[in-house]
């Protein structure tokens, strides 16, 4: 075996037996490289920008004449849904986790991310997720119960079709890819603590809302793959979870629905002010005025976050107790929102610089802030909050935090590098346009929900006075589709140039520093086996669900197999063997997962008396989420490599169950020992204990393994500094699991 | 910069021009009283971010920034407005909406004795509506006297629904399986706008329903009208609409009391000619209307249960069942 440099740098294994040029383009494609695969999410994620903005843009021409007739009532729900699903899914997450770690990747010691192949992993899975949700179109009822979902809309009974499971589907490959994103950047952050006092240069604050980000995101996925799966069994199998005639609640969707959306929405959030804090000391040359407070705030927003959902449960008949308790936890969130919009007017404001584009879309994304600050006090307090719950004005909130948390931040990172406050003067006017474009569109939502304007209703009665707002605010979307239009053009333009710019000045590396594993095949086959999977447990085929497992295996234990043999070969010190726990991991998973589907088929029908006991039996849902969670913990705990990384992550997890846990029960207006909230929250708990276990047991059997030297030199300090963490996650952990059993064991022991 | 600031005009000029239409904003009923003084507290805190926010972006990018010397001043200074105005404003803010929504929760009001009682279920996409104490069944309609807690059960045996009253009352989720409790007061007679507040499938549109407020004496005579007009149904010649109405199989899902219809899955029809629109809202009562939903329901509901019979009745007789429907008041 030869190998050989391209012109690119790559390093190359020539292989005789396989044409050239085939082999290189397939070396292009299944590329490690960390800033590669970081671009090729922001690429992706702005091509769904696109396409979810243009479904958008008919919604607006529907809505802009009472009884209009662009789309049908159908054709309208599937476009909401549509949009809905892609702009949140497919473009906001994707956007900044793509921009974050290709900073992080960038200013990290080695020039790049920890986990190359599990980046790619991630980039195929969300590129899975992404084609599965397209090709929902092309079924002959594409879902249409909205981007939520909400059951038992979209159960069996009025959603019959089959559109439903390429978006549970697609729904669940994305969430992988952003458990795998989550996962990278805490690795990656925690390998930096490891050489290194700082999370990152500059004032650390990207660092921490990339963390805080990804610690929202690892516990807001919990709830969501619990719902997947038991919409997708209620579908599949009919177990009724939200089926009140079968013994479950529809009540309980919203708490799966809103534990993840609400925490979500935080996260980006705080992903995107961590974005825009790096742009304004890059544009400003100055570290962050009161940073230690913006480091404060990220961290404390991650909590809020996953506290807040009950909010939206506030017109759900939840006691007036509750109701406040929620609100209050709400509202909380200003707090740090507040503290970032300070901090980047004060740093713009000390530094003797003139703006451009860049800082145009960072003043957007303060003053977008601020409406997201008043919109958030008004979904909090109980008695507004209600006043306004399911009308426009919650659309204006949600587009307010998607503008001023996603596409602001991020366009103003692509305009702002590399190198500082970039863009000619059609950038400066793209920003502009965008800016007033942005206001006309979101001021008339939050007025229309005052007026009494249903969301999701494709029509109104001339008689509402609706109109004139709706043509303001589709004006402010067309302003907006042009200045977001032009400003992007702008940016590919100047990028070009940029690069060479900014790599001369040092701000992104020549080549990354470590040798660079150029491709590896194992993280697109391993996501296109995952999507196989899925699609067949999904698609009531248990054949290709079985072959997908199949190829799991194969791809991820071959991978490992090989990896191991050629240890020396891999360039990345230590990467050889996370893949054979990814192997293990998900080979585990799914068929613990495939196993309990089928296995559960002969149970349902059968009368053994404990599933009945139950109402419903959770015999399918626990280990197929156990094995999914599995997955991850496997995952996670051999990417972290170091117990002291994942003593931390431990405690976040334990300590967001605990807090779950005791406000839901606590604040429940209903028994706790009623059969469907008993199960669902034995089942939260028994997925968090079981992930608990089995990242606690990878981190020692890793502790107990030999280790590969990577060459780098521990910073005893940083070791003074995490120790202590051990015994608090530990105490936390006993908190969290005394907390679910009392509160969810006895009850059903004991009723 | 001056563009930003004639954006930042339009959008307060036309709030302003907005108000006098901010339903949510003109309560006319107990709930909605209460949550004014939510409203306001979101007022107050919308204004000062707002404009601090903006004022904060004016200054940065527009006062002219000083020497290199100047920038360690600024900085001490940015460091106590981030203390200032992010910390300590926003905490207050947090607080005061805190305290004001423990204040304002209309959660924990009890309807008391003297309650007029309504069940309400939700179809899709229609409001069924039973009054518990005066046996009176109706559709996509609650009359209520004036000053008088009306307390409203929902409930739903499909998917999820919302009630939501804008002038009266925060929205009340209607949840399968679950009773919701509403209730309700109106200040003064008139007619308030209510619809479904969270999406229930295609006609979430169209699943509108009023509340109908008059004086208590009103109230009463409308109580005893509705009673004796069922009792009036069952007797003298059978009306030619009623004929074809039958004939047509419509009593497979109506109610029309007093007669042999008695379908219970589409709205109850007793007193249809007497109320204001049709179709939850989607048309109003009007003789003409009412032949169009007949015909051909779906050129204004696409969706709906209701089958259209456009060719299965001659004109003449719909122009009877027109009639004898919009006589029934």
Redesign the interface.
Known sequence: MSARVTSTGEVVTARPSVPGAWRRSWAGVASVRTDVVSMRFVATSIAFLAVGGVVGLVMRAQLSWPTAHVV???GY?QAFTFHGTTMVLLFAAPLLFGLATALLGTSSVSGRLALPRLHAFAYWCYVAGGLVFLASLASATPP???WTE?A??SGPV?SPRNGTEYWIVAAALVAVAMVALSIQVIVTIADGLRVGPRLERGSGALGWAAVSASGIVLVAVVPLFAGLGMLGSDRLFGTGFF???LGG???LW?HLSFGFSVPLFVALFVLGAGLVCRVVEDVTG?PL??AS??RA?FAFAAVVAVVSWGREL???????LA??LF??AS??V??P???????W?????????T?GAA?TFV?GT??L???V??GT??T????????????VFVVGLIHSIAFGGVVFPGMAVLVGRPGGDRGGPWARAGA?VS??GV??FV??MY?L????A????????VAT?FQA?NV?ETLGAALLAVGLIVTLASALGSRAVGRDEAVASGILPTRPRDRVMASSGVPVLAAVALTIALLGMLSYEPWLAGIGAVLVLLVLGGAAAAARSRTDELVFPGDGRPALWIALGVGVGVVAAFVAAYGYLALATSTWPPLLKFGYPPGLVLPTIAGGLLVLGAIAARAFGDWRALSIVLAVVALAAGAVEVVWLGTLPFEPAEDVYASSTFLLGWCLVAAAAVLAVGAIVDALSPRPTDGRERDPDVEARVGPLVPFATAAAVVAVLSWFTTSILPVIIG | VT??L???L??AV??SA?RS?????QPMGD??H??Q???L??AI??VV??V???A??L???V?R????E??TR??R???R???A???V???A??IA??V???A?????VSPDAATVLVRVEAHRWWWQVDYLDTGISSANEIVMPTGVPVDIQITSD???H?M?F?QL?????V????V??LTLIADQPGVY?G???????????HMGIEAIAMSPSAYDTWVAQERSAVEENGQGVVPAGLGVFLASGCDRCHTISGTVADGVIGPDLTHVGSRRTIGA?SLPNTDADMARWIADPWSVK??AEMPGFAEQLTPYQLGALVDYLEGLR
Not at chain 1, 337 to 343: D, H, L, P, Q, Y
Not at chain 1, 345 to 353: E, F, G, M, S
Not at chain 2, 175 to 178: A, D, K, L, S, T
């Open positions: 049908d009532p159908e729900a249409d119960a909205g909400t038992p809309l009025y089926d009140e005639t609640d529809a009540l919203q100055l005025v009161g407070w913006v705030a506030a017109s759900s008949g939840v006691s007036g109701q406040s609100g209050a509202v909380l200003v707090i929102i507040a503290i970032v919009i300070v901090s007017l004060a740093t713009l404001w000390a530094a003797p610089a703006y800082s003043a303060a003053l802030a601020a409406l600050v008043c006090v008004a909090s307090i109980p008695a507004s909050a209600t006043s306004i719950g399911g009308s502009l800016l007033v206001f006309l001021a008339p007025l929900g005052l007026r009494g249903p969301r999701r209703a494709y029509t109104y009665d006075g707002l303001v | 563009r930003r004639v954006a930042v339009g959008l036309t709030g907005c239409d901010a339903a949510v904003l709930a909605a209460r949550a003084g939510a409203w507290t979101v805190a919308s971010v707002f601090l926010v903006a904060g972006v200054i940065a990018f006062v920034r000083g020497t290199i100047d920038e600024r900085r200074t940015g460091e407005a981030v203390l105005g992010g910390f404003l926003s905490a803010i947090a909406a805190t004001v929504g423990a304002t929760t209309t959660a924990n499909n998917v999820v919302s939501w804008p009352a925060g929205r009340a989720d949840i399968p399986g679950r919701t409790n706008e619809r479904c507040a969270e999406f229930c499938g295609l006609q979430h549109a809202g696409p969706g």
